[in-house]
């Protein structure tokens, strides 16, 4: 196309081919044995690789059979050219040079004042959880959050709750009912999320933030309003927690998959495994490896809650 200015032959783009695993060795050796093949007489099918980094011993190795080509940081007058405005200067130094929240509108400050429907949206993920409890919010305002971040805020969200419910209802069953019908929505949501990524369907993930941010707010304003001051930033809590999410990812995968095709609850799939676990090596595991799949097959899963948890 860029040649003759019309459409060209097929071609393949892998995006993110720093994501490849190194026990994905079948499909690294797929990939260096078709570009070890290519010959100028026969070119076959092009494949163009996107990665962040070549620094990995895979990406070195499939680097060296590629012609590589470094894609730097756009410089400022190119960025003004693309959102056809000056630069705003928190981008400049808390962006990263990352263009997305930019041409989102995350930096845009303060919203219009002429425009009744927008409403400025604080930035950073305490903020933003401040906001979502103590403040009245447009319940069909549009979030445009990377889904890490509204997740995030959503945490902060549950872990402060307690403080705005009892703020208004004090310690008492009304509160924790309230509490009790949040938390069911989290849940909900959380679920939504683990369907969208599991099953790649990414619709879900929209749906999910509504329900985390304003779903959640439009229930605190109706039932709950909030008649004082604001909390200071430094009274709201946030508990960083450090974990590969790949891992956890993992984990909360195998939980959801027993839950899902076994109907034991969540919280009690960790008993289950332990269970077909003690049942495998009283058996003496037949002296073979058992697939996963029959593993879980073959677990004896609790029918009902434990009579002592």
Partial sequence: MMEKGGQGGLGVILDEIDGLSSGEKGGLQSLLAY?????????????????????????QMISRYCLTFRVGQPDETQVCSLIGKEVPNQWK?????????????????????????????????NALSRWCLYSEID???????????SNLTGLVIMENLPDRLEGVKGDTREAWDLYRKIFQMFQHSDYADYWAFFYQ?????????????????LLL???????????????????????????????????????????????????ALMMAANAEAATGGGGKKQDKKKKVESMVLLSGEPKNP
């Avoid at 425009?115 to 400025?120: G, Q």
């Fill in 35 to 59: 570009l070890r093949e290519w010959k100028p007489v026969t070119p076959g099918v092009p494949v163009i690789f996107i990665s962040n980094t070549i620094d990995q011993r895979n990406l």
């Fill in 93 to 125: 130094a808390m962006g990263n040079g990352d263009l997305r929240p930019l041409l989102r509108g995350e930096y845009n400050g303060a919203a219009d004042p002429d425009d009744d429907c927008c409403e400025p949206v604080p930035e950073g993920v």
């Fill in 139 to 149: 319940p069909f305002l549009t979030l445009e959050m990377e889904n890490n971040d």
């Fill in 201 to 217: 369907t990414w619709r879900l993930l929209a749906l999910s933030q509504d329900v985390k941010l304003n779903t959640i707010n």
């Fill in 221 to 271: 304003s109706q039932q709950v309003p909030w008649r004082g001051e604001e909390p200071a930033m430094s009274q709201i809590r946030y508990t960083m927690v450090l974990t590969k999410q790949s891992a956890l990812f993992n984990a909360w995968k195998v939980l959801c998959e027993i839950a899902d095709t076994k109907g034991v609850s969540i919280r009690l799939t960790p008993l």
